[in-house]
């Protein structure tokens, strides 16, 4: 116990003197998740320890996560209802929700685990590891719960009780709509005339005073640097960008400070690594992944989505038109081919990767159902990303709180339908189209493509010939051949044979074949009748075949006696691909003249179908000869045979050795994960609570009535016509003036992201049942000046990362905590740790191992057809890693990383004994400080522990591995410490711990 403690110490605080409530305050809580503090509450006696945690922790968690869908007082999905312990215990459709007698199988654990992906609750909205784990701990130890939960069913108007819903109201209409502040128009307010040199502090400003809130102090350069390179860049600065910056600002008079930040800001704008870094917020919001959660099947062409992103920001593109391309940049590209680079119309289809990166079952057999659920989770997501509204709700009925019906949800619905989103196969497959390219390009591509084709038709052939033999004499009529044929229809059967016509090589109508069963009994008899004295060829048609008898035994009955003939039925009959030749034979009137098939001694099936004896000059050498001749004969023949079965399977390899050659350069065509217009684009019914088999009246196409009812200009001016795709008309309403939502939806992101919090704390949530903004004419007049700026996002943010507001202190008066407790003034700033990507990048900078700079294309291992236990190559930015579904990179999934199956607009901000063990055990964490270590390129035979250390070099050392790891020099009260760690652990041990230090961890 006392080595955690001095160990977690260590990891706490640089320096004791130095500890922080905020720090002392992360490590208790830590410790306490460590030991189990919440089941110790949980264990203790009494109803007042219960009531205590269930009202406080449980019934809260299950409030917001659950009731909405099943509770009595909005409805009970499935017939599950959460709002009693009763209710849970009866359970729904699928069974109790609750087991106390069998905690591992409630179902409710199953659903909150996410480990089902046919039993995924809440929808949306995943619980984070913390909720679930109070949900555990709480069924584990025996669900105990308020008297009042257990049978009253909870959150009625009349209860009254802490577990009530929070607020009882029924949907917002249409007509109401504009009740509701996010479906206003916008209103751009002039600026507050209070001195501010920035809009937002003036507004701001306005607000403290209101509020009587002193603001914080502003924060020193060197944090303000800090901070805005976490911000703008996803990393710790280095020493060096540091040093740099302070010396402006230490070099300048203090007037000029703010065109210094300005300055300052411009450079990190215009930065790679910028684009990298807000292409990464949007990616959470898109549910960008290179892979499926089912069977870890990858996308081998998303990578092209994440460069595209990542180019729009560092060029500044107008993000209405950002938007418009994901939407429908590929009818863009339709609409208006001519005049564009080549490079506009790939950017354009690429941008539709959007539509198609959703986490759908492709296995699911019911495809209607498959396309519906894929067509509602694409709905869901635009709903998020671009409107913050919860557009998902309003597929099985009326939005319960919303101004959304059903009607609106399926005229968006019939849009997307409009558009084909996978093909069907047993396991359904996403669309791949080619990339727009130049003419020259096209030429090389359709070329090979042809080439393909005739290899592909040459090869089918050939292997049929070597399945079947050279057909160019395939079905004959005995009465075209010369001599006397008898065929299998006039020939003696002994035995039962079996007709069939099935390989085209035959005389007359078919042929017989013994169906390989009882060997040694059967055989057919081909009698001529009396045939005139003289020499003859005999020759029998056979269709030849891999299951074929190899040892087929023809015996000819001449004038000289008997012969056997072994004939190989396997390879091609060598003549005309139809006879094999039995040799000549001396036939005598009436005498000895015909031929037996037999299955004696057979190898595969037997075939017989016609014999022919055709007469020819006798010379005298025949007599002789004739004996002799089949024989001799039949071991040419078979030789002449093999020759050729052994020069087709040269060709064959040849051909598909050529044709993979081939295919390989057809791959590298370019190629984008998209959704192809449908033929016949239309309009779709209801879904009478959402079933695909239940259909209800047939929906117009078309958008939000919340919006439109009230925008009779936006309605008549942007419709889906019957011909209409209806995707580049929802492009054309999503960035319309009149949509008030979406230029304030993306301030707002924007805010969030550089302020910790959002002006709507709510980020993906503008409906009723989300927090209204705190401030609606400061987001008002950001999002019109966002809009009159051209949607710059580059503006955006420097105005924000020049203002006093982004510049304030986490320090909070007591004055500030209690009359502004939420912080809906930003008079303070907010502590914040880095997000797993950014905690990740920082550590490969400080190790000296992050590769930086350059065009990144699939970093995604040539071969790699799933990404179970894949291996992440450790030293490129996060961004530009495979973002597998079942294989996160090391650290984002323990430091809250985005989970790519959703639109994720607020991660999770949990801290859990995991991560402490993370960045004191991981290896990779390990393996960085050694690298970084290694990078202060001390001599080859340089001691790594203080004690072969002289003291001058020991703290050339310790300076080198702060300003790496920090960006800073230790000060003077650290360097003690450091030896002591030295001295205990060496380089490597100091270096680690400063790489998991807060100082490294958190934003100032």
């Known amino acids: 116990m006392r080595f955690c403690f001095d160990r977690l110490s260590r990891f706490c605080f640089l320096d004791p003197s130095k500890a922080s409530l905020t720090n002392a305050m992360f490590w208790c809580g830590l410790l306490l998740a460590l030991f189990g503090a919440f089941d110790a509450t949980f264990a203790q006696d009494g109803p007042k320890a219960i009531d205590e945690v269930f009202e406080k922790q449980v019934r809260p968690l299950l409030i917001s996560k659950c009731y909405e869908c099943h509770s009595q007082s909005t409805e009970q999905n499935g017939g599950l209802s959460m709002d009693s312990l009763e209710g849970m215990l009866k359970g729904g459709d699928s069974g109790p929700a609750l087991i106390v007698e069998s905690p591992e199988n409630s179902l409710i654990l199953r659903a909150i685990r996410y480990r089902d992906p046919k039993l995924l609750m809440p929808p949306e909205n995943r619980m984070s590891a913390s909720e679930v784990r109070i949900l555990e ?43 509701h502040w996010a479906y206003r128009p916008l209103v751009r307010s002039e600026v507050p005339a209070n001195g501010q040199s920035n809009p937002i502090d003036a507004f701001l400003a306005r607000g403290s005073e209101s509020l009587q809130v002193e603001p914080s102090r502003l924060v020193d350069e060197r944090t303000w640097i800090r901070r805005l390179a976490i911000d703008l860049h996803g990393m710790n600065p280095s020493y060096e960008s540091i040093d740099s910056a302070l010396k402006l600002f230490q070099t300048t008079d203090d007037s000029q400070w703010d065109s210094i930040r300005s300055r300052l800001v411009d450079e990190y704008l215009a930065s790679a690594r910028y684009g990298e870094r807000f292409a990464r917020h949007w990616m959470d919001v898109v549910r960008y992944a290179e892979s499926l959660t089912l069977r870890g099947f990858v996308f081998p062409d998303v990578w092209r989505y994440r460069n595209y992103l990542i180019e729009a920001y560092n060029q500044d593109r107008p993000f209405d ?13 339709r609409q208006s081919p001519h005049g564009r680079t080549i490079e506009e119309l790939q950017r354009r289809l690429v941008a539709t990767t959007f539509w198609a990166i959703g986490d759908h079952n492709y296995e699911e057999q019911d495809k209607k159902q498959l396309e519906m659920d894929a067509v509602d989770e694409q709905i869901e997501v635009f709903g998020r990303t671009f409107l913050a509204q919860t557009l998902g709700c309003a597929r099985c009925h009326d939005h319960k709180f919303d101004p959304i019906p059903t009607a609106d949800y399926y005229a968006l619905a019939g849009i997307l339908k409009s558009s084909v989103s996978m093909d069907h196969e047993n396991v359904s497959k996403w669309i791949r189209q080619p990339l727009p390219m130049s003419d020259q390009e096209q030429q090389k591509f359709d070329g090979l493509a042809k080439k393909l084709q005739e290899v592909k038709k040459e090869l089918s052939e050939l292997k049929d010939r070597k399945k079947q033999g050279n057909q160019s004499a395939t079905v004959v009529s005995s009465q075209e051949v010369s001599g006397v044929v008898v065929d299998d229809r006039k020939a003696k059967k002994i035995g039962s044979w079996k007709e069939s016509n099935s390989v085209k090589v035959y005389i007359d109508e078919g042929y017989l074949h013994d169906e390989n069963k009882d060997r040694g009994s059967k055989s057919v008899t081909f009698d001529p009748g009396s045939l005139a004295s003289g020499l003859y060829t005999v020759r029998m048609s056979y269709a030849h075949g891999e299951n074929r008898s190899s040892k087929t035994q023809v015996r000819v009955f001449n004038a000289d006696g008997e012969t056997l003939v072994v004939v190989n039925q396997k390879t091609p009959p060598p003549e005309d691909g139809l006879w094999f030749n039995l040799g000549k034979y001396r036939f005598e009137k009436d005498g000895a003249a015909f031929v037996i098939v037999s299955n004696e001694q057979a190898d595969g099936h037997v075939i017989a179908d016609s014999v022919q004896f055709m007469p020819e000059l006798e010379d005298s050498s025949t007599k002789d000869s004739a004996k002799k001749q089949p024989q001799a004969e039949s071991k040419s023949s078979d030789k002449n045979v093999d020759q050729q079965h052994e020069s087709m399977i040269k060709q064959i390899a040849i051909l598909e050795k050529l044709q993979t050659e081939i295919q390989k350069e057809l791959d590298l065509r370019p190629m984008a994960q998209t959704l192809r217009p449908a033929d016949s684009p239309s309009d779709i019914p209801i879904h009478v609570r959402g079933s695909v088999h239940r259909l209800g009246p047939v929906v117009e196409r078309g958008f939000l009535s919340c919006i439109n009812a009230h925008e009779p200009e936006l309605n008549r001016r942007i419709r889906v016509q019957a011909a209409d795709n209806g995707r580049l008309e929802l492009a054309q309403w999503t960035i319309a003036p009149e949509n008030p939502l979406t230029a304030r939806v993306y301030v707002n992101r924007i805010w969030y992201h550089m ?8 980020v993906d949530n503008f409906g009723t049942t989300g927090s209204p903004p705190s401030d609606p004419q400061l987001l008002d007049w950001l999002a019109s000046e966002f809009i009159a700026q051209d949607w710059s996002t580059k503006w955006l943010v420097q105005t924000i990362a020049t203002s006093k507001a982004y510049r304030r202190s986490i320090a909070a008066s007591p004055d500030s905590l209690e009359k502004d407790p939420e912080n809906q003034v930003f008079a303070r700033g907010l502590l914040r740790r880095l997000d797993s990507e950014s905690l990740r990048d920082s550590i490969l900078q400080a190790s000296g191992e992050l590769q930086v700079g350059g065009s990144v294309g699939s970093t995604i291992r040539p071969g790699t057809k799933e990404d179970y236990r894949y291996e992440h190559q450790a030293d490129l930015r996060s961004v530009y890693l495979p973002w597998f579904r079942n294989a996160l990179p090391p650290l984002i999934r323990e430091f809250d990383g985005a989970n790519p199956s959703f639109s994720i607009s607020e991660r999770n901000r949990s801290t859990v004994a995991t991560q402490a063990l993370a960045m004191m055990n991981h290896p990779w964490v390990r393996q960085r400080a050694t690298a970084l270590v290694a990078s202060l390129n001390l001599p080859a035979n340089a001691p790594r522990d203080a004690a072969q250390l002289d003291e001058g070099k020991l703290d050339t050392a310790i300076e080198s591995i702060f300003r790496k790891a920090l960006g800073r020099n230790p000060e003077a009260t650290e360097q003690p410490w450091a030896r002591s760690v030295v001295e205990n652990g060496g380089l490597e041990e100091l270096a680690h711990q400063l790489l998991a230090s807060i100082d490294f961890r958190y934003a100032p």
């Open 137 to 179: 701990d709480w069924i584990a130890l025996g669900a105990k719960a308020s008297v009042d939960f257990q049978k009253k069913p909870e959150g009625t108007p009349q209860d009254g009780k802490p577990g009530a819903l929070a607020t009882q109201r029924s949907a917002l209409g249409v007509e109401q709509a504009r009740e």
């Open 321 to 333: 038109g950002v938007i418009a391309e994901q939407i429908a940049g590929d009818l863009m590209n």
């Open 755 to 762: 302020m910790g919090r959002g002006i709507v704390p709510t």
